[in-house]
């Protein structure tokens, strides 16, 4: 506890990315008007005690549509990690645990999809499979699990050479045993710091899809939409695209800077660092 709250990075990224799913959690409450109401008399207003951040277009709230935009970007990224983590970390555990003909067959597919990039693929999918949070969630799992896979494989190829993983070989468990009882535990690590850097590139991800048009369709308060067609109005209304690009500034900082922090606290280096202090002590 003490290391953490000594990580700058760690307890900035906590503070800010707490923040974000407190917003996204709580927002029917915190949302000052309904998100969808329009007051076209109210049309381009500046920030004011009754409109938090402006108005657009429309005459709506574009607070209210901010809070509402987080919860759909975080049930995006949420699941869209959640998937990729799942998917990535089978394949690297088979990959790495068996070796042979069976990683030569994974690694070639995961090369196929690294292959493609990105972008282009998670659009070629959402305009097959249609836009929709799971469709877009979905797109985004087959751009994104490869990395996973590649830094699963790694961890366990240095793994299933240890000492205890032999030994429960050699008392006879099951490869399902040993892949999820020994070697998952101790390459969680890896699959933390990476889970938690990979919510702000989903974020980025999805925002990037909405602002070319591929994501939520409108009129939901999502913030690469908002940010897309903010630059439309930059003369009358330049806060609508400041706004929510700092939305989703603010996110991914908060959790890459949760990712770093993670990824020093988690550190094997750092750990034997802060045991040999320890017993010093």
Do not use: C
């Not at 307890?11 to 029917?28: K, Q, R």
């Not at 909405?210 to 994501?215: R, S």
């Not at 939520?216 to 897309?228: D, F, N, Q, S």
């Amino acid at each position: 506890m003490r290391r953490a709250l000594a990580s700058p990075s760690l307890v900035a990224g906590t503070a800010i990315a707490l923040a974000i799913v407190l917003l996204a959690l709580l927002a029917p409450l915190v949302a000052t008007h309904e998100v969808a109401a329009m007051d076209m008399r109210n049309r381009f207003a500046l920030p004011s005690a009754a409109h938090w951040l402006g108005t657009d277009n429309f005459g709506r709230d574009l607070w209210s549509r901010m809070v509402a935009g987080a919860r759909i970007s975080l049930a995006i990224a949420l699941a869209t990690t959640a998937g990729a983590a799942a998917i990535g970390t089978a394949v690297g555990l088979v990959a790495g645990y068996f070796g042979g003909w069976v990683d030569l067959l994974l690694m070639r597919i995961t090369d196929i999809f690294l292959g493609f990039p990105a972008i282009v693929l998670a659009l070629a999918l959402v305009a097959v499979l249609g836009p929709g949070v799971t469709n877009v969630a979905l797109s985004l799992v087959v751009v994104l699990w490869t990395e996973y896979a590649r830094v699963v494989r790694a961890a366990t190829l240095v793994l299933r050479e240890q000492t205890y993983v032999s030994a429960a070989r050699a008392l006879g468990a099951s490869p399902a045993r040993i892949l999820l009882r020994e070697i998952l535990p101790n390459a969680a690590g890896p699959i933390i710091v990476l889970a938690s850097l990979g919510l702000g590139t989903a974020v980025i991800a999805e925002s990037a899809l909405a602002f070319l048009g591929f994501g939520l369709p409108p009129p939901a308060p999502t913030w690469g939409w908002t940010l897309a067609y903010g630059t439309g109005f930059m003369r009358e209304a330049p806060w609508l695209s400041i706004v929510s690009g700092a939305a989703i500034m603010l996110t991914v900082l908060g959790f890459n800077l949760l990712g770093d922090g993670l990824r020093d606290l988690l550190d094997p280096r750092q750990l034997t660092r802060a045991a040999g202090a320890s017993k010093r002590n």
